[in-house]
T-cell receptor, first 113, second 112 residues
Framework: QKEVEQNSGPLSVPEGAIASLNCTYS??????FFWYRQYSGKSPELIMF????GDKEDGRFTAQLNKASQYVSLLIRDSQPSDSATYLC?????????????FGKGTRLHILP | DGGITQSPKYLFRKEGQNVTLSCEQN?????MYWYRQDPGQGLRLIYY???????QKGDIAEGYSVSREKKESFPLTVTSAQKNPTAFYLC???????????FGPGTRLTVT
């Protein structure tokens, strides 16, 4: 089982709709969860982080965490063409000085104008 | 401006040559990281450092070396022992522990 799994996509969503991106992780001891956006040829940009079960909202973005199901998601409301990018889910499994963030391979999102 | 800088943006080298990639941060972050990204492979951790003068191997450290003599700087050397060095190299920094990481703009290395 991969440590962080994402559907590679592409996920096509009409402009103005809600884009839902999903991620599962294998280590129950994981403590923090991140979503990065990466445009083609560019470096990843942090857009959300979440530590506790439940929802966290920031503008058009909502991160959802369910530790019991080992599942984290990102919702993008009112999707815009500029949201077209690859979204990387990342999970921190820091313990005993083993400081690592494990990244999924990313989901490609395409917003249809 | 606070941030992470990497230089150069593009780098071309002949096979058999060592090359050093620069990474500097002025965010006062304790931890710094090097990743490699290949198409379809996602991000893979090469080395990381949680404190000056200390660093740990990541998942793919073979053929790479690092140093952390200053808090602000974490250069990566790609040696001739690295079999497939052509890739997009990303440096990141953060407070370490459970906290988030921020990425520099990356260096695209091509070895022929």
């Amino acid at each position: 089982q991969k440590e962080v799994e994402q559907n590679s996509g592409p996920l096509s969503v009409p402009e103005g709709a809600i884009a839902s991106l999903n991620c599962t992780y294998s280590d129950r001891g994981s403590q923090s969860f991140f979503w990065y956006r990466q445009y083609s040829g560019k470096s990843p940009e942090l857009i959300m982080f979440i530590y506790s079960n439940g929802d966290k909202e920031d503008g058009r973005f909502t991160a959802q965490l369910n530790k019991a199901s080992q599942y984290v998601s990102l919702l993008i409301r009112d999707s815009q063409p500029s949201d077209s990018a690859t979204y990387l889910c990342a999970v921190n499994k820091w313990r005993n000085r083993d400081d690592k963030i494990i990244f999924g391979k990313g989901t490609r999102l395409h917003i249809l104008p | 401006d606070g941030g992470i800088t990497q230089s150069p943006k593009y780098l071309f080298r002949k096979e058999g040559q060592n090359v050093t990639l620069s990474c500097e941060q002025n965010l006062n972050h304790d931890a710094m990281y090097w990743y490699r990204q290949d198409p379809g492979q996602g991000l893979r951790l090469i080395y990381y450092s949680q404190i000056v003068n200390d660093f740990q191997k990541g998942d793919i450290a073979e053929g790479y070396s690092v140093s952390r003599e200053k808090k602000e700087s974490f250069p990566l050397t790609v040696t001739s022992a690295q079999k497939n060095p052509t890739a997009f190299y990303l440096c990141a920094s953060g407070q370490g522990g459970v906290y988030e990481q921020y990425f520099g703009p990356g260096t695209r290395l091509t070895v022929t």
